[in-house]
């Protein structure tokens, strides 16, 4: 017989008592096995450790926010070093950098980031630092190869790997002296990346309305801009009803005000590992940076004063890293240079070496060209100036998690790869200073060395990264703006439009020489500014192209506020990164005001509460300010049922199509609602006022949908920090062991106090060079990647409070010895 298996040797309640009572203890064994795997991947920050390679020890002193100091006794000993402490805190990031330069993040991910793959292997980045490597002067390489090997024994010093692969079931592969590269060629994709969509979008506009039309919907610029030198662009008035009339085309009034979609033409569809930027204002994101200096003769030490705030996509971790690296020049004096690196490259990006500083905005010049191409009449060539030539065909292998590899097909042609086909399906190549050999160089590496103002010029004039505004600040005072990067000459055309390069009439005939670049040294005001929108004109915005400046309002706000006195100091700037006025928009909360009239707010008497808040809106970019949020909102609704009708052309040829990719139409929009043609308007609306009242009532009804009252819609209840790790995007049970605090935070898109959720001033700099004990330095995040170090969230707090916090690391609080391993 078989024994009863409800029969137990102890009575049954005894067993449950037993399960009870090791349940918890087994869940506790679990959590504290993985918190011990966890613990195993944070890096060492005390004792010694050896470093095969170095020549002499290198010592890492940590202050209490985890910030090094690297000494050692050669350069290639403290690249060597800084690339140990990269990989120990930063492997992840720097993985991504690379993969996303290469296109090969599907490796890791799986299918989810086939697109972007695909967008980005098109550039064949890795191929081209093959290239580049094996050209670059035997004392670059040399670095690059110290700092890789530095990368990868830091890497293999951790006890474990890094938690993400952990998660994603991988193991990291090694470094490489091309990785380097790439995660330069990376930020190429993220600072140059949307000129050819910008481009795209505006020959649509231009090929499909009325010349007159679209010029007055794409002026070069608005009379809000700030140049250093030259004057503002005069407006482009409206067509008149002769030649464009709305109330004559019915067909259009059928188009929806909610047209415009944000899509990014020749952009991959966004990725939840690697789009942290905020989308929810379509093209208007609070992108870009700012930079100033003032000259010695306006500081109380006669060094001159630098403010540098770079504004990109804000992630966990920060893009950037803190450091200071010391180490002997060539006569033997020890130099120190500090500010923040790039994790994955050797060198400060922006700082100070103790005689200049030196700090960057993106230049927005014209560095990319959509070429279209007259296909043969077998299509399988192409027209080019010496006759009929053959698509080039590449065939590269996309490696995928969890499925067969992809063979991706790229057409090569003598300009570059096509890139896309446009509406009318004719093939495009991207011409693009990221492809030539030129494009990447540790050329800026040099800045480390330099002491006077003309010696740094013609470095950065040299140098191989995406073209950034440079301002050079002096310990002597003298201060200095141009170009850093390669600058292409153009020929036959501007290149603000797609166009064919067949003929020979147009195209690229060389590079600027440093000589040709355009600088501004020692200006008489003694001030220089630059915010991404438009420096120059005349010959020398010529040479630079426009890639789609910026709106100028920020430019114009920091200028403005640099001549309102004689004398700054460490302070001044930082108050002036931080002013989130919004002057931008005063005059839209005046248009709001007339809009809700009394005689409009009897008719609906819930605009009376909005009437209230948009009077008391405080002028700033606020989180208390519902008035703020308001007129923001109004402006947005505005500018959207005015240019629906008048683009619908665009759109319905192309509907990729995203007018607001350019970004001066706040010189038409305001021309529309300033003037008020009524044959520029959409025949919906009897009259101009009736637009304007529809937007306003849209947008308070769109905010009290969610049954809150009006008041409780503050700017800070939108603009809250979504500051994420890539792994709390599609695993939001981990955002609050991985994300930066969710607070609501000041500041906007048309302010110095750039911000969004998601974007913003990735680092605050300010720093007189010889005076670094004075200056100040902001960074949205910790030094380390890893969630259990006691370094991954310092700082956030004085960034998001603007707390000034120092530039020069603290005392020593961890110290490690890097020693030279035994041969």
């Not at 009572?21 to 991947?41: E, H, I, N």
């Not at 690379?98 to 490796?107: N, P």
């Not at 296909?375 to 996309?398: C, H, I, N, S």
């Not at 170009?483 to 292409?488: A, N």
Request: proline letters at 9%; aromatic letters at 8%.
């Amino acid at each position: 017989m078989f024994a009863n298996p409800l029969r137990f040797s102890r009575p049954w309640w005894r067993w449950l008592i037993l399960i009870g009572a090791g349940l918890p203890a087994l869940l506790v064994a679990c959590a504290g096995g993985l918190y011990a795997a966890l613990r195993a991947s944070l890096p060492q920050l005390d004792g010694a450790a050896m470093l095969a390679g170095l020549g002499a020890p290198v010592e890492i002193a940590r202050d209490s926010l985890g910030i090094p100091t690297i000494r050692g006794r050669s350069r290639p000993d403290v690249a060597r070093a800084t690339g140990f402490i990269h990989a120990q805190d930063r492997f992840f990031q720097m993985d991504l950098l690379r993969r996303t330069a290469a296109g090969e993040l599907a490796a890791l991910f799986g299918p989810a980031a086939l697109d972007w793959d695909r967008a980005n292997r098109l550039h064949r980045f890795r191929y081209r630092a093959g290239q580049v490597l094996a050209v670059t002067p035997p004392e670059d390489r040399a670095l690059i190869a110290a700092y890789a090997a530095g990368v990868n024994a830091g890497l293999q010093a951790l006890s474990a790997p890094p938690f993400e692969y952990w998660l994603l079931r991988a193991a990291p592969e090694p470094w490489q002296a091309e990785d380097t590269l790439l995660a330069v060629y990376a930020m190429y994709l993220d600072l140059q990346g949307k000129q050819w969509s910008r481009e795209s979008a505006r020959g649509v506009l231009h090929e499909r309305l009325l010349p007159q039309l679209a010029d007055f919907l794409d002026p070069p610029g608005t009379d809000w801009d700030a140049p250093l030198q030259g004057d503002l662009s005069p407006p482009i008035p409206p067509p008149g009803p002769e030649v464009f009339d709305l109330r004559r085309r019915q067909s259009t009034a059928s188009v929806s005000a909610n047209w415009l979609a944000f899509s990014l033409p020749l952009s991959p569809s966004p990725h939840p590992f690697l789009n942290p930027a905020d989308q929810a204002n379509g093209s208007e994101t609070a992108s870009g940076s700012n930079n100033w200096a003032v000259a010695g003769r306006l500081t109380a030490h006669g060094s001159a004063l630098l403010a540098n705030d770079m504004h990109l996509a804000l992630r966990v971790p920060n893009i950037w890293y803190r450091a200071a690296l010391l180490f002997p020049d060539d006569q033997g004096r020890e130099r120190r240079v500090e500010g923040v690196m790039l994790p994955g490259t050797p060198a400060i990006v922006a700082g100070s070496n103790g005689h200049l500083a030196w700090g960057y905005t993106n230049s927005q010049g014209d560095w990319a060209d959509l070429v279209v191409l007259q296909a043969t009449g077998d299509k399988a060539g192409y027209e080019t100036p010496d006759g009929q030539k053959p698509f080039e065909r590449v065939r590269e292998r996309l490696a995928v998690k969890g499925r067969p590899d992809e063979t991706l097909e790229i057409l090569e042609t003598v300009w570059g790869p096509v890139i896309d086909r446009d509406y009318q399906g004719r093939h495009r190549a991207l011409r693009w200073v990221a492809h030539d050999s030129r494009a990447v160089n540790l050329g800026l590496l040099a800045l480390e060395r330099a002491d006077a103002l003309e010696t740094a010029l013609n470095i950065v004039q040299r140098s191989g990264a995406p073209a950034q505004n440079i301002l050079l600040a002096g310990a002597d005072g003298r201060i200095a703006w141009t170009i850093s990067g390669p600058i292409p000459r153009r020929f036959g055309h501007e290149g603000r439009r797609p166009s064919s390069w067949a003929d020979g009439r147009r195209g690229w005939s060389g590079w600027l020489e440093p000589g040709d670049y355009p600088r501004v040294v020692d200006p008489p005001s003694g001030r220089l500014w630059t915010a991404n929108s438009r420096v120059v004109d005349g010959a020398w915005l010529e040479l630079l192209g426009d890639g789609d400046y910026a709106h100028g309002a920020r430019a114009r706000q920091i200028r403005d506020r640099l001549f309102e006195r004689e004398r700054f100091d460490e302070r001044d700037f930082l108050a002036l990164q931080l002013d989130d006025r919004a002057l931008f928009l005063e005059r839209w909360q005046q248009v709001l005001l007339e809009t809700l009239a009394p005689e409009a707010a009897r008719a609906e008497p819930r605009r009376h509460e909005m009437r209230r808040l948009v009077e008391h809106w405080g002028g700033r970019a606020a989180v208390d300010s519902a008035g703020y949020r308001l007129v923001r909102e109004f402006r947005e609704e505005v500018r959207d049922r005015a240019f629906a009708p008048l683009l619908a052309a665009c759109r319905q040829a192309d509907p990729r199509f995203d007018y607001l990719l350019l970004r001066q139409h706040e010189g038409p929009l305001w021309q529309l609602v300033s003037q008020r043609p009524p044959h520029l308007l959409d025949p919906r609306y009897p009259d101009w006022p009736a637009l304007l009242l529809a937007a306003a009532d849209a947008v308070r009804e769109r905010l009290i949908a969610d049954g809150r009252p009006l008041a409780a819609h503050t700017w800070g209840d939108y603009n809250r920090a979504r500051i994420q790790h890539p792994f709390s995007r599609t695993l939001p049970g981990l955002s609050a062991w991985l994300d930066q605090p969710t607070l609501p935070l000041p500041g906007d898109a048309y302010m110095p106090r750039v911000q969004a959720p998601s974007s913003g001033a990735s680092e605050r700099l300010v720093v007189s060079p010889g005076r670094e004990e004075n200056g100040i330095l902001h960074l949205p995040g910790g030094q380390s990647g890893h969630p259990l170090s006691p370094f991954y969230r310092a700082g956030f707090a004085a960034w998001a409070n603007g707390e000034p916090a120092p530039l020069v690391p603290g005392p020593t609080r961890h110290r490690l010895v890097l020693r030279p391993a035994p041969p």
